[in-house]
């Protein structure tokens, strides 16, 4: 495999919100991710298996002034489902109630996009989808309108 460079955006076209618990295995958090009808109307929307982070094996996201680390030992990288999964499940149970309907945007990329580098670290793109006019939010949009999310750091550790 040849040099990867790591996108500034990834995962803008999955419509995804932090509501409910952890869940526990790929199988269930794939059926609610489809369960979306925004991820099946557009082919190639919520594409689970995809390597979209190939021969990475931990990332860093930021949310608000926190980090969460998450790891893979997947030797091929992280896989769609199983990132959105490890986000979801670091942080659904710690937002507060009234947030518990947050959308997810997508990560935007915060260090070297040469994953040789160590771990390569992103924000995560959250709002509340009130300001939002139905309209997809590409690669271009991810940073526009959204809200940080202050997430308890105690469960925020490396």
């Known amino acids: 495999m040849g040099m990867f460079l790591v996108p500034l955006h990834i995962m803008s076209s999955v419509d995804w919100c932090f509501c409910g618990g952890p869940h526990k295995t790929l199988k269930s958090f794939n059926a609610a991710v489809q369960a979306r009808p925004e991820n099946n109307n557009k082919k190639g929307r919520w594409t689970p298996r995809e390597v979209i982070l190939p021969c990475i094996q931990k990332v860093g996201i930021q949310c608000g002034d926190r980090y969460v680390v998450l790891k893979t030992s997947n030797p091929d990288g992280f896989t769609a ?10 942080v659904c149970q710690r937002l507060p109630s009234e947030s518990q309907h947050l959308d997810f945007y997508c990560f935007v990329r915060t260090s070297s996009n040469d994953p040789s580098h160590g771990m390569v670290k992103f924000r995560a793109m959250l709002g509340t989808g009130e300001d939002d006019d139905d309209e997809d939010i590409g ?3 991810c940073d526009d309108d959204i809200d940080d999310v202050d997430i308890d750091n105690e469960y925020f550790m490396e």
């Open 81 to 90: 489902v199983s990132l959105l999964r490890k986000f979801h499940n670091a």
């Open 139 to 141: 690669d271009d949009d």
